[in-house]
């Protein structure tokens, strides 16, 4: 026996099918959302290597890059963090985010001066990433760093912020 569907059927079972079809696309992005939230909380930061020592000579600036630890196959070369070294001594370090204080531009060394200079807003630090002069409420933000089997290794992750790396906290050492 064949059963007669009437337009009013078929167009119900229709509208049903495409509203599914819309919220499960919608869901996607707000179920991968959520998720990434758990993501973040089991291992955001990681201990990710610079390079060996030989790279960074004593009193000397370089600018450096690290793979951010979470970077996903499609991030491309914005996974690529840039940071700048300064070599203290054979065993000390401070490594700094290479983001102005002030608004994020990316500062540059200037080894004739000694300086850190932001293009944005004329914003200066010395060579320890102490503020020298400028609209910059602070100095520049600096990686947590250790050294490991002549592997010079920050914790990376997260852009170092006061949220994560209060001023009061020294963000260099061997932690």
Known sequence: MSEHVSRRTALAKLGVLLNAAVAAILAVPVIGYLLSAIERKRGYTAWVGLGPLSQFPQGQTRLASFKNPLRRPWDGQTADIPCWVRCVDSQNFQVFAIN?????????????????????????????????????????????????????????????TLATYPATQSAGGNS
């Open 100 to 160: 102005c204080a002030h608004l994020g531009c990316p500062v540059r060394w200037f080894p004739q001066s000694q300086l850190f200079m932001c293009p944005c807003h004329g914003g200066i630090y010395y060579a320890d990433g102490s503020r020298a002069a400028g609209p910059p409420p602070r100095g520049l933000f600096q990686y947590p760093y250790k050294v490991e089997k002549d592997q010079l290794l920050i914790k990376a992750g997260e852009l170092p």
